[in-house]
Every structure is written in structure tokens, then in C-alpha cells.
């Protein structure tokens, strides 16, 4: 029969299965894993008798007050309020709100304490792919070039595609999903030995480990992740039938604790933190699924132009990659009108250019070379920075960016690049939280 999971779940889940990652990855840094960690919701599905079991004892375990199960970090995860859904019918939108409370004792606090700010820090101002399975069961999976790097690379856990020809081993599927990405600006080298990735196959969700590659179809080697390997790799084993693929963007509130109190001659402390989540299907865009906009000073126009980026040099994988906070667009066509008397003098136009403008806006960050100049040049009126007057270092109203947008969603990653100039002016504002932002407007140019 199949399960659905309540929208809750995909909150809890993307929680827990961070947590067990960043375990397996920092094992004496962070807490996680079902033996260390477990967050329970009172909503998840349980597909097993020892799970049904484990269910009940947990829970009495909390209802008591009690730390019996051994568990480290013991905590609830609730929605205060009913998630509402966004009344369309072509699209599933589900804002909400949810508080964790994780019971520990008072000497594992420090490390509770790291742990959940790591997590937050790993999460926040991202957008994560989740799976169901018909079972109800939900699986975090990652998404292509998602973290913190400047680098735009493949990471262990990433989903990178559906393998739908029955025929095409994974060898050949793998080889050319990373010429496809290689040619996108995904750096080849990411690929390691030991790295793991998740795939669709004839509509199951399937987890390989890359043993080995060097960059050739001959010279890859894989398993296929069974339930005996899956424990020792800290990613979930998974052989089951999918029935959705959702997105889920997050953000958070900061963290707070509780006075210690004494339980059965033991001190603990509850650690509260919580925040709010969009949960959407797969076709609903985010604004988050724009991984990360990179940007390059290719020219600048004058009547002798002048070269700023060699035509070697100008890619994804050289630009200097910028996170915005907001990016509106338009698209403005000039029209011109016309009135006939044979029409009832309704007007018919006639559109004879079109201007199109990507803003950003940008915290101010000015270890980031570029955000730095632009601040100087709009505060001050400062065209090249210290004693550095290259064309790296200079700012005009007459250069030529490139600048690249990277897309991806469920293994579909996409580089959308165009060449653009700043037009009108760059704001400068502080926020009512006293953060210094930059408002870039940008006019997409033609390429003559």
C-alpha cells in the first residue's frame, strides 16, 4: 500500500540524515547516527516490526523522561501551527514552520551545542532534493555543485541523473554524465576514489560507490551498494520504487537552552532552535535552485576595446562565484502604437527592441574582490583599488560581464550564461539588521 509522509517529515528527515552524515564524516566532532541521535516527530512511517518497536520505546522513553534507548541527543520536531497549502492545482507549495527540542545531558552539552550549529550552517540558505518511496520512506539526496566551495564540483551523496535505457550500465552512464558536466564547467578531478552517488534506474533509487576512475570509460570501477555496505558507508541503502521527488528550501532561527535540571541523578539541558521550510514538488522552482551565479570581467566597450579575459580563460570554472540574496528580472519591450479607425481605434502594437535586466543584490563582503570594488566605486568613486591597476582591479561603467547562472535540480544541472554591463546605479543600503548590501542592476548586451 502506498504511504505518503506528512510534510513535517521531509523537515525531520533532512535533519536526521544531515546529521548521520556529518557523523560519518567528523565522527569525533559531531553527534549523529540512529545510535547516537534520534529526532523523532510522532508522523513518520514505519515499514518493519523492529522499527514499530523501536517507535514505542523511544516514545516511552520521552513520555518518561528517560534515556534508557542510550541515545545521545533525544529530541521532538513539531509543526506549531497546520502547514497551509498554496491554493493551485498544478503545483505543490507548502510553507511551514517547525521547533526541534533536543534533550541531552548537561556533559555532552558543548558538543550538542557544535553539533546543531553545524547543522545550521550546512543548511541554511540551501534547497535539498528529498525522495519518497512507496514504502513512505523519505531520502535526502544531493544536489550537484550545493555547498560552500568556489569550486563547482560533484559530492559524495549527490544525485547526478535518471539512467532510463535498460541497457546502459552504469560504467557508460557515469562516463557520460560526467562529459556532459565536464563541458558544463564540473571539474572532472571531483570524481574520487570512494565517492558515492545517487541514481534513478528504471524508476528505483539506487546508491554506487565510484571506487575507482581516472577518467576514461575503461578505468572505472563500482559496487552497487547493498544493505551488508550501506551501514559502513554512512549513506543509506536503497533498492526501492520511487513514487515522488520534492524540494524542500530551508531557513532557521538560532538556537537557545534551557536551564540544567536534575532526572534520575543525572543533569540535562534542552536545546531549542527551530525556523521555517517551503516544500515543493519537483516542477516548482525555487529560488534556492540557483546553486550559484558566477561572474567575469570580460571587456570593456570603448571605441578600441580592450581584452580584460583572454578567451582561454573565460569559463565557469575561472569566475569568481557570488551568492545573492535577492535576483528580480524583467523584460521591458519597446512598442510602438498604432490606431485605426477600421479597429474601434483598439490599439495594436508593434515591439521594435527589448531590454532585458537581472538584478542581485549581494551582502557586502568585501574580502570578495569584486564586491569590494564596486563598493569603492559607488561610495567613492574609486576606479582601480591599491597599487594594482590592472584591469582585475578596475572598475567602469563600460565593462562586459560574464555571468554564468548554475541551475540544478535532481541531477538536472544547467549553466545559463549571458554578457551584461551595469546600467543605471548600484544601491548601497543597511538593513534594518544593520547589514550592508550591494543592488547590482545588469543589461543583458547582444553580442554585436
Not at 505543490?92 to 557544535?114: G, H, Q
Request: aromatic letters at 10%.
Amino acid at each position: 500500500m502506498l504511504k505518503k509522509a506528512f510534510p513535517i517529515d521531509f523537515v525531520r528527515q533532512v535533519l536526521e540524515q544531515t546529521l548521520m552524515e556529518e557523523h560519518f564524516d567528523n565522527p569525533l566532532k559531531y553527534f549523529g547516527g540512529k545510535e547516537q541521535v534520534n529526532l523523532f516527530s510522532f508522523y513518520e512511517q514505519l515499514q518493519k516490526e523492529d522499527e514499530v518497536n523501536r517507535y514505542v520505546k523511544i516514545y516511552r522513553d520521552l513520555v518518561k523522561q528517560q534515556n534508557r534507548s542510550g541515545i545521545i541527543m533525544n529530541g521532538t520536531i513539531v509543526a506549531p501551527e497546520n502547514p497551509t497549502i498554496t491554493n493551485l492545482w498544478d503545483s505543490l507549495i507548502i510553507p511551514l514552520t517547525f521547533t526541534c527540542a533536543f534533550r541531552v545531558k548537561l556533559a555532552d552539552r558543548d558538543l550538542a551545542i557544535n553539533t546543531i550549529n553545524n547543522l545550521i550552517e550546512v543548511l541554511k540558505g540551501k534547497k535539498y532534493d528529498i525522495v519518497e518511496l512507496e514504502s513512505g520512506k523519505l531520502i535526502k539526496v544531493g544536489t550537484i555543485a550545493n555547498d560552500n566551495r568556489n569550486s563547482i564540483r560533484i559530492n559524495s551523496r549527490d544525485f547526478i541523473g535518471k539512467r532510463e535505457n535498460s541497457s546502459t550500465s552504469i560504467a557508460t552512464f557515469l562516463h557520460t554524465t560526467l562529459d556532459n558536466l565536464s563541458s558544463l564547467g564540473v571539474s572532472r578531478t571531483s570524481i574520487s576514489n570512494n565517492l558515492y552517488y545517487f541514481e534513478d534506474y528504471d524508476n528505483h533509487l539506487k546508491a554506487v560507490k565510484v571506487k575507482s576512475y581516472s577518467g576514461s570509460l575503461q578505468t572505472i570501477t563500482y559496487d552497487l551498494l547493498n544493505e551488508n555496505t550501506a551501514s559502513e558507508e554512512g549513506i543509506y541503502y536503497i533498492d526501492e520504487v520511487i513514487s515522488s521527488k520534492y524540494k524542500l528550501s530551508l531557513s532557521f532561527d538560532s538556537i537557545r537552552c534551557d536551564e540544567p535540571y536534575n532526572l534520575n541523578a543525572d543533569k540535562y539541558i534542552v536545546i531549542y532552535f527551530g525556523g521555517s521550510a517551503t516544500l515543493t514538488d519537483i516542477n516548482t522552482v525555487l529560488g534556492n535552485d540557483l546553486i550559484k551565479v558566477g561572474l567575469i570581467k570580460k571587456e570593456i566597450k570603448a571605441k578600441i576595446g580592450i581584452e580584460i579575459t583572454s578567451v582561454a580563460q573565460d569559463k565557469l570554472s575561472n569566475a569568481t562565484i557570488l551568492e545573492p540574496l535577492e535576483m528580480p528580472s524583467g523584460a521591458n519591450a519597446d512598442t510602438q502604437i498604432s490606431q485605426l479607425l477600421s479597429n474601434k481605434f483598439i490599439t495594436n502594437s508593434h515591439s521594435d527592441n527589448l531590454s532585458i535586466s537581472n538584478q542581485y543584490t549581494f551582502v557586502l563582503d568585501r574580502s570578495i574582490p569584486i564586491l569590494d570594488q564596486w563598493f569603492k566605486y559607488t561610495r567613492y568613486g574609486i576606479v582601480a583599488n591599491g597599487e594594482d591597476k590592472s584591469y582585475q582591479n578596475y572598475v567602469s561603467p563600460n565593462i562586459i560581464y560574464h555571468i554564468f547562472e548554475v541551475w540544478c535540480s535532481f541531477g538536472n544541472f544547467e549553466v545559463i550564461d549571458y554578457h551584461a554591463k551595469i546600467v543605471e546605479s548600484i544601491d548601497i543600503e543597511n538593513t534594518e539588521s544593520d547589514i550592508l548590501t550591494l543592488t547590482i542592476p545588469f543589461q543583458v548586451q547582444g553580442e554585436n
